[in-house]
Every structure is written in structure tokens, then in C-alpha cells.
């Protein structure tokens, strides 16, 4: 099978319920199941490539190398990431969440609740420069930052009194919550990110063929079905969607 016959795609794990361990060793999750379907309609072989390192912002410099030939893990577009990768049309739209501890923190729910406190993020996620801007405008006490991949430690953290609150996008924190009965999600929706697909920036080409396979996957009613079984994108509440839209 020659490189062409492949689609190395690019992730960090874990991510639930974007990408997570199978039963079997595989990854299993809502951009593995998309990016199958999307190889599938390109007449390639979905193949995972594993991002493993601190920081999620080196996973773009994985992409320029030539390690994998997109990324779907999640990602946010932000202007500082077009700047190291191309992206697709945004698949879903989702934002920031609070998580705290409800039996030790019974009075926090929200943001404007943790004055003087401690707030958890990774290292390289969308939820770094929030914790930043609120820490520079004195509400909240400081920045604890966990390498992307110790997403759990800082989750057991929180549930031992070391972390106050922790953020990230919903879906992963409704997720990796599920079993812990003393954390909770208690503020959602604090910021609004568009969520895509990058391949590199001089891959115009491979760009426009994933669109058109996400827009096949939005007009058959796949995507809505991947977001509705990956993302509970129809749960009560949450503010995460999948871009349904055929953008120009």
C-alpha cells in the first residue's frame, strides 16, 4: 500500500469523547469515526498517528513535518494555529467549562466564583489564555498548567483538594467526569470555538478534498449522528454542536 492509499491522522490522547482508547488498543471517538468515513469517501485507509508530547500547539509542527497528513483532535482554530496550519470548514462548534469540586467548593459556580483560587489547564489548549486573562485581571489567585497528556492527573488533583478548578471544552470534562462523583461541570459555554480539521499550510489541494467529504458527511446526516452518539450534542444544556451548514 503506497502513501496515497493512507490518511495518517494526527491526535492526542486521551481526549474523550473526541478520541479515546478502544478495547482492543484502537482509538475510538467522535474524530476517529468521522475521519474514518471521511477516508473512506477519499478511497484512503484511516491510519491514527499519536501525538503524545507536552504542549498541544507542537501537534501543528508534527503536521509540517510530515508525521501525519492532517490533524482532527479536537483543535480549536484560532489565528495563532492558521498560522501554523491550514484548516478546514469548522465541524463542530463547542466552548470552554468550569469543573470544580461540589462537596469541597459548594459555592462556586462559576468563574466569578474563584477569587483567589487556583485554576487547572493544559498546556497548548484554548483554555490557557483564558486562565491567563483572568489571572492578569485578578479573578482568580493563579495558573496551574499540566502537561496535555496529564489531563487525569490534574482531574485527581482537583478531586484532593491540590486544584480549585479546572477548564476545557465541555464535552471532554462532561466525559472524563462521568465517574467521579464529586466533580462536576458548573459553568459551560464561557467561550465560543470553532473546531476543524488541519492538514499543512501548502496542502490547498488535500484541504478542499476534506471538505467535500465533510460536506457529503453533513448532508447525509452522518455528522449530525457521529455528534448526536460522540458528543451528546443533544443533551439538555450543552453547548456543543455540530456545523451542520455547507459553508461557501
Known amino acids: 500500500m503506497g502513501d496515497g492509499d493512507v490518511l495518517r491522522v494526527g491526535a492526542a490522547l486521551p481526549d474523550p469523547?473526541?478520541?479515546l482508547?478502544?478495547?482492543?488498543?484502537?482509538?475510538?471517538g467522535f474524530d476517529p469515526a468521522v475521519m474514518r468515513e471521511v477516508a473512506a469517501r477519499l478511497g484512503r485507509t484511516f491510519v491514527l498517528v499519536r501525538y503524545e508530547a507536552d504542549d498541544f500547539?507542537?501537534?501543528?509542527?508534527?503536521l509540517d513535518r510530515g508525521d501525519y497528513d492532517v490533524v482532527a483532535s479536537g483543535a480549536t482554530i484560532t489565528e495563532h494555529r492558521r498560522t501554523l496550519a491550514r484548516f478546514c470548514r469548522p465541524y463542530v462548534r463547542s466552548g470552554q467549562s468550569l469543573?470544580?469540586?461540589?462537596?469541597?467548593?459548594?459555592?462556586?459556580?462559576?468563574?466569578?466564583?474563584?477569587?483567589?483560587?487556583t485554576l487547572g489547564v493544559q498546556r497548548g489548549n484554548t483554555s490557557e489564555p483564558v486562565?491567563?486573562?483572568l489571572a492578569h485581571a485578578g479573578r482568580i489567585g493563579g495558573v496551574r498548567r499540566y502537561a496535555y497528556r496529564d489531563i487525569l492527573t490534574a482531574l485527581d488533583d482537583l478531586a484532593a483538594g491540590r486544584?480549585?478548578?479546572?477548564?476545557?471544552?465541555?464535552?471532554?470534562?462532561?466525559a472524563l467526569t462521568r465517574d467521579r462523583p464529586t466533580l462536576g461541570v458548573v459553568q459551560t459555554g464561557i467561550t465560543h470555538e470553532d473546531l476543524g480539521v488541519a492538514v499543512r499550510r501548502d496542502d490547498a489541494g488535500l484541504a478542499a478534498d476534506v471538505d467535500r467529504a465533510l460536506?457529503?458527511?453533513r448532508a447525509d446526516g452522518t455528522l449530525a449522528r457521529l455528534g448526536r452518539a460522540w458528543l451528546g450534542t443533544d443533551a439538555p444544556g450543552t453547548t456543543t454542536s455540530v456545523v451542520t451548514g455547507q459553508a461557501p
Open 17 to 19: 469523547p473526541f478520541e
Open 21 to 28: 482508547e478502544g478495547e482492543h488498543g484502537d482509538a475510538v
Open 57 to 62: 500547539d507542537g501537534i501543528f509542527a508534527g
Open 99 to 117: 469543573v470544580v469540586d461540589r462537596r469541597r467548593h459548594p459555592d462556586v459556580t462559576g468563574l466569578d466564583d474563584l477569587g483567589g483560587r
Open 131 to 133: 486562565a491567563d486573562a
Open 163 to 174: 486544584l480549585d478548578g479546572f477548564m476545557k471544552l465541555e464535552p471532554v470534562m462532561r
Open 215 to 217: 460536506d457529503a458527511l
